[in-house]
């Protein structure tokens, strides 16, 4: 699994790449999780509003902070 977290640095996005990891741990996923933070890449992938979270190339979650049970079932598919 590819996971990227989109975010230029602030709190939230921060907290995302923090709790993405935690949850991959926690569920014994094989992923690869990067941070991306230059705002012409996020631009691509349509998110506006951060944070975001593409995984396998999908834009699945952008603009809020998830739950960790939501994070779970995005991350679950």
């Known amino acids: 699994m590819d996971i990227k977290v989109l975010g230029t640095g602030c709190t939230k996005c921060k907290k995302l790449e923090e ?6 741990a926690e ?13 012409y890449k996020i631009m691509q992938y ?8 593409v995984v396998d190339g999908k834009v699945v979650l ?3 902070l998830p ?6 079932e995005l991350l679950g598919q």
């Open 46 to 53: 349509g998110v506006m509003r951060t944070p975001g979270l």
């Open 67 to 72: 739950k960790t049970k939501e994070l779970k």
């Open 27 to 39: 569920m014994g996923i094989e992923a690869n999780i990067e941070k991306e933070e230059d705002i």
């Open 62 to 64: 952008s603009g809020r």
């Open 19 to 24: 709790l993405t990891r935690e949850v991959v």
